[in-house]
């Protein structure tokens, strides 16, 4: 008695041991990856990264991805969605490889730039625009980090053994001359004059157009001292359509993207009013309007798609 039950006790043993085996060998499993892991290896094994992957692939872009050091603002697949929605698509599908490319280089910044280094500004991206020039991104560091004035970095200084991986919330759509307005609260005047109702000249469509353009862009203040300047201008809307009209128009040369490395001394620029602008490069970049008054580039080549802008402190007129 003792004898057979030990042997059933044995064959117990051994078919369950065979059982174990073959259950290894039918359901192997697969190994956990193990970084350090690159940019586009860091994106493959995130979930939240699919749609970026996909689109990286679809625009041959992961050897130059790999092909060296660089900081990305990677989109999660809830931004790519939402970039999907607002264009009428359904996915990566509906758009070409030609469309792609731009949009995901306008991600990737050459070297690693962690937040820290990070500072308000314009910074220049892989994509290009007129002349080859890199476009330039937003970035405000107030609170947190907003690029382009609507995108947040969710997640900072992702670490991969080739640069940096800003997380974002929402997809970066590379930007024109009007955009570039529009993206800078130290515009607000500017844009409020381009839109104005009862202008009969339409800005926005004009700028939004091929170009290329070069815009010497004022700033806020430069508007509040030409207001300053005429006791009965209290706001934009008591100069009238025409004067408005022209003075815009005197800040846009249509036809040419001139960066300031394209700029030289007594370099005449005819304006799309018809008039003419100097430019001198003596001292920094100035710009001479008709009337001998002299305004200063205090930011230069803030590169969009279709034109740059030059940032003056002073409102040219004609």
Known sequence: ???????????????????????????????????????????????????????????????????????????????FNQLFADLGVSGIADLSAEA????????????????????SGYVGTASTG???????????????????????????????????????DKVLLPSNVVDIATGNNDFSILVSALTRSDLSFDFVSFLSGDGPFTV???????????LDSNAAW????????????AVLKYHVISGSNFESTALSNDLEGTTAQGGTIMINTTNGVTVTDANNGVANVILADVQGTNGVVHVINKVLLP
């Open 234 to 245: 209290n706001t934009l809307d008591d100069i009238d359509a025409a004067t408005l009209e």
């Open 216 to 226: 010497f862009a004022p700033t806020n203040a430069a508007f509040q001292d030409l």
């Open 1 to 79: 008695m003792f004898k057979t039950i030990n042997l059933s006790l044995l064959t117990i043993l051994v078919f369950f041991g065979t059982f174990v085996l073959a259950s290894c060998e039918e359901d192997p499993v697969d190994p956990v990856p193990v970084g350090p892991f690159s940019i586009v290896e860091t994106a493959q094994n995130d979930a939240q990264f699919s749609t970026l992957v996909e689109a990286l692939i679809k625009a041959d872009l992961v050897n130059t991805i790999n092909s060296g050091t660089f900081t990305v603002f990677a989109p999660t697949n809830t931004a």
């Open 130 to 168: 007129p002349n080859s020039q890199a476009l330039k991104v937003k970035v405000d560091v107030g609170n947190g980090v907003m690029l382009d004035n609507a995108t947040n970095v969710t997640t900072a200084d992702v670490a991969t053994t080739n640069g940096v991986i800003h997380i974002i």
């Open 100 to 119: 792609l490319t731009p949009i995901l280089l306008y991600h990737v910044v050459a070297g690693e730039v962690k937040s820290t280094d990070l500072a």
